[in-house]
């Protein structure tokens, strides 16, 4: 039959033979005997709604079904399914509702199907809910907003068995979870309001009293296993069966009540807490501390503060017992203050090891423990030992390990390994330069009087140290190294023009060691009356290098040489090792049997502080090559000297030592001169690109530029201004006299 001669189908006759439809699909849903729908029977269903829709108005009825669809499930859940729910309590009332809730997705779908041709026209025309949309909207209205409440007190209380140790039926927690879900139909509004704000105080509540007991009964590393084992627990009740995104708000709750509001209360505790952990080197302990406390909002600053207290603290006592140490020392009279304080390097570079270890394993190289390392190392790295200064103390460590007979028997890799601990340790030292002037001296010692073990650990340290503190730190210390090898090629070629030249012969084998100006520590030069043996190898040597330079001047630096001279005494003829003062003296009684006190100053042409110190040597000390009368200790203006031809000694050669200078004074006045140069340099590079600046703004950004070398002091910054207005570099401005501005 043709389109126009469909008989007109009315609302009612159509709606009963609906309704035996949808009676069949709940019977089939309430699980009572009846054939399944068959696609005859689908399609039957289908096209009386596709007629109904599709008839000549006033027989459209798109609306009147579109409604009588809501009724059907309103009355379905009004009648069978809200009360098959009110009888049942607590875990059955959860089944049901799982239940009854996949059997009303099942009738959506069902539904949704037959009235398939309401949604694809009537509904798209007015904007209206879908039929899926009305059919999930009927249960949250009914259903869902009724027994929500009940629903969400009966899961927390499973959960909390669950938390006490009881099975729970995981799966049916997840499927009414899923509920909450998915009423919301794509929104979390319903999950989050009407469950999750619930279980998260709930959460809190409960882990709230576990601590209350626990922070009373357990120690410290115990508590932090129970939490951590919590959070673990925790974070697996999500995966099985809450929503993901409670991961982060419930572990924060447990963190929350379980660390945050007890972290003071665990961390000090007496027996157990982070001092104790630390005291007895529980790593584990440490470690789990950290993966604890770096969860919640500033939970390290307090573990990385008792760090740095402890640190500070274990440094401390390194000072003080080498302090008590050197003081019992010098109650003993005897100078091995020395070994001491090799001894409290050692310790120091052990003590930053160990952690250094700490920050990179237990607390996962976090940059706080860096900084409380640092922090901590500065504190007592800056403190120096019995008068001696870190600086000088590292300087000696260093001179120790690299010079030959040192006091470390050490492998190649050991020392390596240790002149790199060194300069990790020069880091923490304000006064950095300060240090490099003690290592310039110590290393001009090394290699001039040929002191130094090996070539390649000189220049390896220099990189290290070039490496951490830049290049003008150690220009001047890799020239000295360079001057030596070029001193050595220098002798050489002296020695061929020796050979080369007959007439030229210095009558003495004569070493000479060229070095430049710049590179090494200043040197008195030009002091001393040499004798006339010496006078004529200096003439030699300079005849020599006028061949081979014109532009070069050549200051003689006698302070550093040395002799070997031959001594005829009675008993046998001896080699003494000397330096060239000692020598000049011991010279001048080859023409004279005795002489007194002035005369050898005057023919010297040396101070009493020189002279002094070089007639003890020959007359007081181990090897008395020279009589002194009267025989007292010690050297006065009023002595006479002869030659002792009685001397004698079971050794063939001796090398008669001069007493060392004590450079300290020396180093720390000229590390002085060039600070006062640098800080007006710094100033004046400051005021050139800012030209107009405030008193403490200068302060700040001078220390700012010169705190990589040393700690400039605040009183001596003062004084340079002050000295650079005098100068005309900087004026005070007329109306703030804090203000300061720059004069080109």
Same mark, same amino acid.
């Not at 696609?39 to 596709?50: A, F, R, V």
């Not at 809450?242 to 709750?253: D, G, I, N, T, Y």
């Not at 990179?360 to 007592?380: G, M, P, R, S």
């Not at 060039?674 to 004046?684: E, G, H, L, Q, T």
């Given at each position: 039959?043709?389109?126009?001669?469909?008989?007109?189908?009315?609302?009612?006759?159509?709606?009963?033979?609906?309704?035996?439809?949808?009676?069949?699909?709940?019977?089939?849903?309430?699980?009572?005997?009846?054939?399944?729908?068959?696609?005859?029977?689908?399609?039957?269903?289908?096209?009386? *709604?596709?007629?109904?829709?599709?008839? =000549?108005?006033?027989?459209?009825?798109?609306?009147?079904?579109?409604?009588?669809?809501?009724?059907?499930?309103?009355?379905?859940?009004? /009648?069978?399914?809200?009360?098959?729910?009110?009888?049942?309590?607590?875990?059955?009332?959860?089944?049901?509702?799982?239940? #009854?809730?996949?059997?009303?997705?099942?009738?959506?779908?069902?539904?949704?199907?037959?009235?398939?041709?309401?949604?694809?026209?009537?509904?798209?025309?007015?904007?209206?809910?879908?039929? %899926?949309?009305?059919?999930?909207?009927?249960?949250?209205?009914?259903?869902?907003?009724?027994?929500?409440?009940?629903?969400?007190?009966?899961?927390?209380?499973?959960?909390?068995?669950?938390?006490?140790?009881?099975?729970?039926? #995981?799966?049916?927690? =997840?499927?009414?979870?899923? *509920?909450?879900?998915? *009423?919301?139909?794509?929104?979390?509004?319903?999950?989050?309001?009407?469950?999750?704000?619930?279980?998260? =105080?709930?959460?809190?509540?409960?882990?709230?009293?576990?601590?209350?007991?626990?922070?009373?009964?357990?120690?410290?590393?115990?508590?932090?296993?129970?939490?951590?084992?919590?959070?673990? #627990?925790?974070?697996?009740?999500?995966?099985?069966?809450?929503?993901?995104?409670?991961?982060?708000?419930?572990?924060?709750?447990?963190?929350?009540?379980?660390?945050?509001?007890?972290?003071?209360?665990?961390?000090?505790?007496?027996?157990?807490?982070?001092?104790?952990?630390?005291?007895?080197?529980?790593?584990?302990?440490?470690?789990?501390?950290?993966?604890?406390?770096?969860?919640?909002?500033?939970?390290?600053?307090?573990?990385?503060?008792?760090?740095?207290?402890?640190?500070?603290?274990?440094?401390?006592?390194?000072?003080?017992?080498?302090?008590?140490?050197?003081?019992?020392?010098?109650?003993? =009279?005897?100078?091995?203050?020395?070994?001491?304080?090799?001894?409290?390097?050692?310790?120091?570079?052990?003590?930053?090891?160990?952690?250094?270890?700490?920050?990179?394993?237990?607390?996962?190289?976090?940059?706080?423990?860096?900084?409380?390392?640092?922090?901590?190392?500065?504190?007592?790295?800056?403190?120096?030992?019995?008068?001696?200064?870190?600086?000088?103390?590292?300087?000696?460590?260093?001179?120790?390990?690299?010079?030959?007979?040192?006091?470390?028997?050490?492998?190649?890799?050991?020392?390596?390994?240790?002149?790199?601990?060194?300069?990790?340790? +020069?880091?923490?030292?304000?006064?950095?330069?300060?240090?490099?002037?003690?290592?310039?001296?110590?290393?001009?010692?090394?290699?001039?009087?040929?002191?130094?073990?090996?070539?390649?650990?000189?220049? /390896?340290?220099?990189?290290?140290?070039?490496?951490?503190?830049?290049?003008?730190?150690?220009?001047?210390?890799?020239?000295?190294?360079?001057? @030596?090898?070029?001193?050595?090629?220098?002798?050489?070629?002296?020695?061929?023009?020796?050979?080369?030249?007959?007439?030229?012969?210095?009558? *003495?084998? $004569?070493?000479?060691?060229?070095?430049?100006?710049?590179?090494?520590?200043?040197?008195?030069?030009?002091?001393?009356?040499?004798?006339?043996?010496?006078?004529?190898?200096?003439?030699?040597?300079?005849?020599?290098?006028?061949?081979?330079?014109?532009?070069?001047?050549?200051?003689?630096?006698?302070?550093?040489?040395?002799? %070997?001279?031959?001594?005829?005494?009675?008993?046998?003829?001896?080699?003494?090792?000397?330096?060239?003062?000692?020598?000049?003296?011991?010279? +001048?009684?080859?023409?004279?049997?005795? @002489?007194?006190?002035?005369?050898?100053?005057?023919?010297?042409?040396?101070?009493?502080?020189?002279?002094?110190?070089?007639?003890?040597?020959?007359?007081?000390?181990?090897?008395?090559?020279?009589?002194?009368?009267?025989?007292?200790? %010690?050297?006065?203006?009023?002595?006479?000297?002869?030659?002792?031809?009685?001397?004698?000694?079971?050794?063939?050669?001796?090398?008669?030592? +001069?007493?060392?200078?004590?450079?300290?004074?020396?180093?720390?006045?000229?590390?002085?001169?060039?600070?006062?140069?640098?800080?007006?340099?710094?100033?004046?590079?400051?005021?050139?690109?800012?030209?107009?600046?405030?008193?403490?703004?200068?302060?700040?950004?001078?220390?700012?530029?010169?705190?990589?070398?040393?700690?400039?002091?605040?009183?001596?910054?003062?004084?340079?201004?002050?000295?650079?207005?005098?100068?005309?570099? $900087?004026?005070?401005?007329?109306?703030?006299?804090?203000?300061?501005?720059?004069?080109?």
């Amino acid at each position: 039959m043709t389109m126009n001669e469909r008989k007109t189908i009315d609302l009612e006759q159509g709606w009963e033979f609906m309704q035996k439809g949808i009676t069949k699909l709940k019977n089939i849903l309430e699980g009572l005997p009846e054939p399944q729908f068959s696609s005859e029977d689908y399609m039957m269903l289908y096209t009386t *709604i596709y007629n109904m829709c599709t008839q =000549k108005p006033p027989h459209d009825y798109s609306q009147q079904l579109y409604d009588k669809y809501r009724e059907s499930f309103e009355e379905y859940i009004t /009648s069978t399914v809200l009360p098959s729910l009110r009888e049942k309590h607590d875990e059955f009332m959860l089944r049901e509702l799982v239940k #009854r809730w996949a059997n009303h997705k099942v009738m959506v779908r069902w539904l949704s199907r037959f009235f398939h041709y309401l949604d694809r026209y009537f509904i798209a025309r007015r904007s209206l809910p879908p039929l %899926n949309e009305v059919g999930l909207t009927c249960f949250r209205e009914l259903v869902y907003q009724e027994l929500h409440a009940k629903v969400k007190d009966a899961v927390i209380s499973l959960i909390d068995q669950e938390r006490e140790g009881e099975q729970i039926d #995981r799966a049916l927690l =997840k499927n009414v979870l899923d *509920i909450f879900v998915e *009423i919301g139909m794509g929104q979390m509004d319903y999950y989050e309001n009407d469950f999750e704000a619930a279980m998260l =105080k709930d959460t809190a509540a409960y882990y709230s009293r576990k601590a209350t007991n626990w922070i009373e009964e357990d120690s410290c590393p115990d508590y932090m296993l129970k939490a951590e084992e919590c959070l673990k #627990r925790e974070k697996d009740r999500v995966a099985h069966y809450l929503h993901s995104s409670s991961e982060p708000k419930l572990l924060e709750k447990v963190q929350h009540e379980l660390l945050s509001v007890n972290a003071n209360q665990l961390l000090e505790k007496e027996h157990s807490g982070c001092h104790a952990l630390l005291r007895d080197d529980k790593v584990e302990d440490l470690s789990r501390m950290f993966r604890l406390f770096c969860k919640i909002p500033r939970g390290l600053d307090p573990v990385s503060s008792i760090f740095k207290q402890h640190v500070t603290a274990e440094g401390t006592a390194l000072v003080k017992q080498a302090e008590d140490a050197a003081s019992n020392k010098k109650a003993d =009279k005897k100078d091995v203050v020395g070994m001491q304080e090799q001894v409290f390097v050692r310790k120091v570079i052990e003590l930053h090891d160990k952690y250094l270890a700490y920050v990179n394993d237990c607390f996962q190289n976090h940059t706080l423990f860096h900084k409380a390392l640092k922090e901590a190392f500065e504190v007592f790295c800056n403190k120096g030992v019995a008068g001696s200064s870190s600086a000088e103390l590292l300087a000696t460590f260093c001179d120790n390990i690299l010079k030959k007979g040192g006091s470390e028997k050490l492998s190649d890799e050991a020392i390596e390994e240790t002149l790199e601990k060194v300069v990790k340790l +020069l880091a923490y030292i304000s006064d950095k330069d300060l240090f490099a002037e003690f290592y310039r001296k110590k290393l001009a010692r090394r290699l001039l009087f040929d002191k130094s073990a090996n070539d390649d650990h000189e220049r /390896s340290i220099l990189t290290k140290l070039k490496q951490q503190c830049g290049g003008q730190f150690t220009s001047k210390m890799e020239g000295m190294v360079t001057d @030596l090898t070029l001193a050595r090629e220098n002798q050489t070629s002296f020695e061929e023009y020796l050979s080369n030249n007959p007439n030229a012969n210095p009558g *003495i084998d $004569l070493t000479v060691t060229v070095l430049t100006t710049g590179f090494w520590p200043s040197y008195k030069s030009f002091d001393l009356n040499l004798p006339a043996e010496m006078i004529k190898c200096v003439e030699v040597f300079r005849d020599f290098y006028q061949t081979k330079t014109k532009h070069r001047k050549l200051t003689w630096i006698y302070s550093l040489g040395t002799c %070997n001279l031959i001594g005829k005494f009675d008993p046998k003829t001896m080699e003494l090792v000397v330096t060239t003062y000692q020598a000049s003296a011991l010279l +001048l009684f080859n023409s004279s049997d005795r @002489l007194s006190y002035s005369e050898i100053m005057t023919q010297l042409n040396l101070t009493d502080d020189d002279v002094i110190r070089l007639l003890h040597s020959l007359s007081c000390a181990k090897y008395k090559i020279l009589n002194k009368e009267p025989a007292t200790k %010690n050297i006065s203006s009023t002595d006479y000297f002869e030659f002792n031809t009685k001397f004698t000694d079971k050794m063939r050669r001796i090398k008669i030592p +001069l007493p060392p200078v004590d450079e300290k004074k020396k180093v720390i006045e000229d590390v002085d001169k060039d600070r006062r140069y640098a800080i007006d340099a710094s100033i004046v590079r400051i005021m050139k690109s800012r030209k107009v600046l405030g008193h403490q703004q200068l302060v700040m950004e001078c220390v700012e530029q010169l705190g990589r070398m040393f700690k400039p002091d605040f009183k001596a910054i003062k004084k340079r201004i002050e000295d650079l207005i005098t100068r005309d570099y $900087l004026e005070r401005d007329k109306d703030n006299p804090n203000m300061f501005r720059y004069l080109a």
